[in-house]
């Protein structure tokens, strides 16, 4: 079992990583003094695999447990979810000192935490995480909300979780896809901070894709390390956090062209990662070994590096419409070596539409 701590001051909380942590989640929640109703809130793929184990544990632990199951999608992160999670939580009479646990992937996370941000003007939220992405990424950092038809996680707020409690053995039911396109996360992570993690990643593709759960863990903990000190450094995005948007503004592109249903987050960020690759080489700050580099390792784990078919104008008319959400010139976290990365905010159009026009090529 290993902690790492989330340093934000009063806000801080540790995250605890291992083998069948369960009795962890027992053991936080009754030191943080939790007592009476709490809400697990999770999805109808997890409920049915953990739902039932992880309420008798509360139940054993003397707390009155009440499963609220949102339907699992994308498509349940809205707003109308919200609305009926603060009625399941008046129903089982959670008050201003009560807890809710997020049981789930990226969007339980997400909705639950929103929901415990706004309940009686914010209570408190416990994460456990069951996806890749959710346990190297959503689950740490206190971003939560919903989407809005016109835009993605566009309503939300910071709440930070009180702890996150990750248990690797949830992965063992994880689609493969679904581990593919979380370990996507994990290669960002290296590319902008780490160069021992990315060695790591390119030399462990087949055990990790096997969910050999030991060799899980390393990539995995430090994602949550990384994680932790870009967000102690700089918890609401005024700077530093940005770059953990590395492949994003290609990605947020990618996944609205392909109507959101062409990639998940993971792929279409590795397709980014591709793209953000082929752009800092045209404006030579990296070189070609380098991409081939990120591209072998993307490859390795079956992801895309390619999109034959793209429509490279609907791209670039969805990237301006991130744009327009930033108010201004549009940003580009670029590596410029191994666990390096920058910020620009000057590439043109012609820059941009070249670098796709090599993701669609299989160029790079
Ligand atoms: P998800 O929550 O939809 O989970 C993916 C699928 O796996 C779902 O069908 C889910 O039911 C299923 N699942 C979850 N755990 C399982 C398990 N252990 N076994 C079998 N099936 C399981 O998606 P995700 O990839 O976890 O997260 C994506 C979401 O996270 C997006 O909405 C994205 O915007 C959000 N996100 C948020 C942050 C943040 O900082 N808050 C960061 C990254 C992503």
Redo the contacts with the bound molecule.
Sequence with gaps: MTQIDVSLGERSYPIHIGLDTMPVLQDVLSRLGARGAVAIVT????AP?YGAAVDQLLGEAGLWPRLCVLQ???EN?RLDRIEWLCGEFLKAGLDRSSIVVAL???????VAGFAAAVYMRGIRFVQVP??I??QV??SV?G??GVNHPLA??IIGSFHQPIAVVIDLT??R???DR?LR??LAEVIKHGVIADAALFEYMEASAERLLAKDLAALEHPIRRSCEIKASIVAEDEREQGLRAILNYGHTFGHGFEAAGKYARF???EAVALGMHAAAALAQEIGLVDEAFVQRQRDCIEAYGLPVAWPEMPVDVVLEAMQHDKKAVGGALKFILADGMAHVIQRKDITEAQTRAALEAVREGRG
């Design positions: 999805d109808s793929n997890v695999l699992a999608g994308e992160k789930g992937g990226g969007v339980v996370g997400d069951t996806t992405v959710a990424d959503s950092g971003k939560t993605k996680n949830f992965l039911s994880l689609p679904e396109a979380g998940l987050h993971g």
